[in-house]
């Protein structure tokens, strides 16, 4: 009884933090857009640099909020989805993080 109590309330507290989280990445995601929209108007040179900066860290808060999400997990199929997205998230970061780097170089 008292570790199903304990098990419930562990469980909320995961899934309010993965709420957090994932409401972040998105906030940052909605914020660069209208950032680099903006800019996109004014003719700004870092345009490209921006957009893939706060893509990045979108993807970051998103990819945090899976990492959470497998603690809660309860099923090897949604074990495996989990990872799958997790892999894809880092693929993804992996290369903004390179289109970066190759942006920077070019300014």
């Given at each position: 009884?008292?570790?199903?109590?304990?098990?419930?309330?562990f469980?909320?507290?995961?899934?309010?933090?993965?709420?957090?989280?994932?409401?972040?990445?998105?906030?940052?995601?909605?914020?660069?857009?209208?950032?680099c929209?903006?800019?996109?108007?004014?003719?700004?040179?870092?345009?490209?640099?921006?957009?893939?900066?706060?893509?990045?860290?979108?993807?970051?808060?998103?990819?945090?909020?899976?990492?959470?999400?497998?603690?809660?997990?309860?099923?090897?199929?949604?074990l495996?989805?989990?990872?799958?997205?997790?892999?894809?998230?880092?693929?993804?970061?992996?290369?903004?993080?390179?289109?970066?780097?190759?942006?920077?170089?070019?300014?």
């Amino acid at each position: 009884m008292l570790f199903e109590t304990i098990s419930d309330i562990f469980e909320q507290i995961v899934n309010y933090a993965i709420l957090v989280s994932e409401l972040a990445g998105v906030a940052i995601l909605v914020f660069t857009l209208i950032k680099c929209f903006i800019g996109w108007i004014r003719k700004k040179k870092e345009l490209r640099l921006d957009l893939a900066q706060g893509i990045a860290l979108a993807l970051e808060f998103k990819m945090g909020g899976e990492v959470l999400r497998t603690v809660i997990v309860r099923e090897w199929n949604e074990l495996l989805i989990l990872g799958a997205i997790i892999v894809l998230r880092g693929a993804l970061t992996f290369l903004i993080h390179w289109e970066i780097k190759q942006e920077r170089e070019r300014l």
